[in-house]
């Protein structure tokens, strides 16, 4: 078989790592944030209030979270927070 010598144009994507950082002290504990995670990311606790007495949306499977920013943008307070931390490794790239 021929060995194609075509090369792609985009590079291929990088597997990135989040962290999801929600500010207690802003947080209305309204659960838009959670509602709207595909990825079901946020939750909140049951034993955790913040200086209002509110419930708070803390963050449950942050491995999971795929960086769409959806909970950053439809949260109404600005509490919650997507931080790019570092890029995994590929597995396939021996």
Do not use: W
Not at 2 to 27: F, G, H, T
Not at 56 to 70: F, L, S
């Amino acid at each position: 078989m021929v060995k194609s010598k075509r090369v792609p144009i985009l590079q291929p994507p990088q597997l990135q790592k989040y962290e999801v950082n929600v500010d207690s002290a802003k947080c209305d504990g309204c659960k838009l944030c959670i509602s709207f995670c595909m990825k079901e990311v946020l939750g909140t606790d049951a034993e955790k209030f913040n200086s209002r007495m509110l419930h708070y949306a803390v963050a449950v499977n942050v491995e999971d979270c795929t960086g769409c920013r959806q909970c950053e943008r439809i949260c109404p307070t600005a509490s919650i927070f997507i931080v790019e931390t570092e890029l995994l490794e590929d597995a396939d790239n021996d």
